[in-house]
């Protein structure tokens, strides 16, 4: 066992019986390659990552490459999911050198963590234009060794790039319909009318873009921005990438028809679909917009929630085969004589043609538009598969992405009269809030089986667990979590905020790496920018803080330049910036408790598609600590109450749910 063996990270745990003498990120470990006066080889990954296994087996469980790596370098591992900010900064020089980027990454750096020479899957043997690993190592120790001073010059230059790349923000105006209409005209310009989705392969699932189109439905309603998002989200759910079976996304589609998927299924991935299609079914109704964010909130309790009330970061791409090995896709691919086996000769025809399974792309997918899998083979199914291995899960609970599924989770349950999801939000929010969480508004990047990790929180998790602790604040009333998000955003304020209103990925008293990461597109997930405008947003409707508002607004300013130019890049922030366009609108409902018209006011606040709309619930009496929105609202003439304000103007209160409704529809 190397030095991983004592480490929280799955992904580091799954290296700690290489032959590679494995160091955690640390101080320690550039001490180390100081006093031997040798190169640090960085290995990023995670534990689902395909490749980033793929290349473990082929390298860095071979004795001879090991036995010559730890004889000439310092081997340092790092979990991408824990140490997001290592991770960026050194994927900014990736990119930077290479034109593309990706897991596993390879650095190579001198001991004061200054890159010299980057890529990222390396092969055995050199095959597709790249070389071996054992060449590169083999090329780097050379240069290390015989052009020193070239080395050193190269690793300067490149650190004092990336440390001047430090954003100047002039804090320009948040986007103005001008700007925000003009978003939606670039992503119709590169919408897949016939497929769905942006661009061509691969296709990841654009959820972030997606909130967008629909916000920005609700306040115009433009009839374009609800067509891309019903066309893509159909496509998506029809497709491969999507678990016909077992419910839940896959990460992206190697395709540009969503038909064969990289297996693997992450937890931030699955939150915010289930939150999109959830939102979608409120803008049209469709029953089939209903059964896919059902089924993949189902999925997340099901296969990602943890004993501790938490959710696990994923599910790997590979799996056993019965025979021996891992292949990607095991678990979820279909033969055609595995079907017959499963169901007989005349049910596999049947079920072939059901879900479109072609030689080609053993994958099971519905080739007609609003179809849903039929019961009795998609059970019968689903039984034969639980037989098989079943893919490893990273079981790691990262805030950021729990922060995203508490949000999903509350709203989906409330929208469909579902308390069990509404109980499942709550058990994970109670975790973030008291093992990632402390006194003083700090958090942990993740924990694992009950126990805190030792990675600080980076701007995402605050945003997002922030968000979360909101949503479930309008879904139960409860105010214990708007206190909670208030004291993460003082956090955001005071320790991620620059003197000109700028966000940084990492708080200013975090470690120092050679940059401090600073990036408001989006990835995978809102920028850790984006997510905390967002949650700054709803705290003030909530609350009327100005700073809070005005710390928002002057977040969104760095979205007005990327709407037109770069809107796939920049959702959740096009997202935010039209719920503060539109108020947001404040909605308090007073109502006696468990009254079934103080329920059917709220749930109609809920429903309600208005950008952002933030709700207050409150009883007759006093509550401690409760939203200043419910302030001087009470229940009139002893029925349950609603008050819709926006900006500085207030609707009638009503205790009529469709009036409520209307109230929030668009431009009352």
Known sequence: MNRLASSRSPYLLQHA????????????????????????????????????????????????????????????????????????????????????????????????????WFGTYLPPRPAHGLPSFRQVLEGVHAAWSERRGEVDGVAARIAADL?????????????????????????????????????????????????????HHATTGSAEALHMVERTCDAMARGGIYDQLGGGFARYAVDAEWVTPHFEKMLYDNALLARVYTHLWRATGAAWARRIALETADFMVRELRTPQ?????????????????????????????????????????????????????????????????????????????ALRPRPERDDKVVTAWNGLA????????????????????????????????????????????????????????????????????????????????????????????????????????????????????????????????GALLSYAALTGSDRHRAAAETALGIVTPLAGRAPRFIGWGLAVAEAALDGPRQVAVVGPPGDPATALLHLAALRATAPGAVVALGGQGEQENAAPLLDGRTARDGRATAYVCRGFVCELPTSDPAALAGQLGRDT
């Open 309 to 385: 009330g938490g959710f696990a970061s994923a599910l790997d791409a590979d799996s056993e085969l019965p025979g021996g090995g891992h292949e990607e896709g095991a678990f979820y691919t279909w033969t055609r004589a595995q079907l017959a086996e499963a169901l007989g000769e005349g049910d596999a025809v049947r079920a072939a043609a059901a879900f479109g399974l072609t030689g080609d792309a053993p994958v099971l997918r519905l080739p007609h538009p609003a179809a849903a899998p039929p019961d009795d083979l998609r059970g019968r199914l689903l039984a034969a598969r």
């Open 17 to 116: 019986s290489h032959p590679v003498e494995w160091w955690p990120w640390g101080d320690e470990a550039f001490a180390e390659a100081k006093r031997r006066d040798v190169p640090v080889l960085l290995s990023v990954g995670y534990a689902s990552c395909h490749w980033c296994h793929v290349m473990a087996r082929e390298s860095f469980e071979d004795a001879g490459v090991a036995a010559y790596l730890n004889e000439r370098f310092v081997a340092v591992k790092v979990d991408r999911e824990e140490r997001p900010d290592v991770d960026a900064v050194y994927m900014t020089a990736v990119q930077a050198a290479t034109g593309q980027g990706g897991w596993p990454m390879t650095v190579f750096m001198t001991a004061e963590g200054e890159p010299f």
């Open 163 to 215: 440390a001047g790349a430090e954003r100047e923000y002039d804090a320009p105006r948040p986007p103005g319909a001008e700007e925000l209409a003009a978003a939606v005209r670039e992503l119709a310009e590169q919408f897949d009318a016939e497929r769905g989705g942006f661009g061509g392969a691969p296709k990841f699932p654009p959820a972030m873009t997606l909130e967008f189109l629909l916000r």
């Open 406 to 533: 508490v949000a999903a989770l509350a709203e989906a349950g409330a929208c469909f009269d579902r308390p069990d999801l509404v109980h499942a939000a709550t058990e994970a929010a109670v975790l973030l809030a008291e093992l990632h969480m402390d006194g003083a508004g700090r958090l942990v990047r993740t924990s694992r089986d009950g126990g805190a990790g030792t990675s600080r929180g980076v701007l995402e998790d605050y945003g997002d667990a922030a968000e979360g602790f909101l949503a479930l604040h309008g879904v139960t009333g409860d105010p214990v979590w708007l206190a909670r998000a208030g004291a993460l955003l003082e956090t955001v304020l005071t320790r991620f905020r620059g003197p000109d209103g700028a966000l940084f990925d990492t708080p200013d008293d975090g470690e120092r790496l050679i940059s401090r990461p600073q990036d408001p597109s989006d990835g995978a997930t809102p920028s850790g920018w984006t997510a905390a405008a």
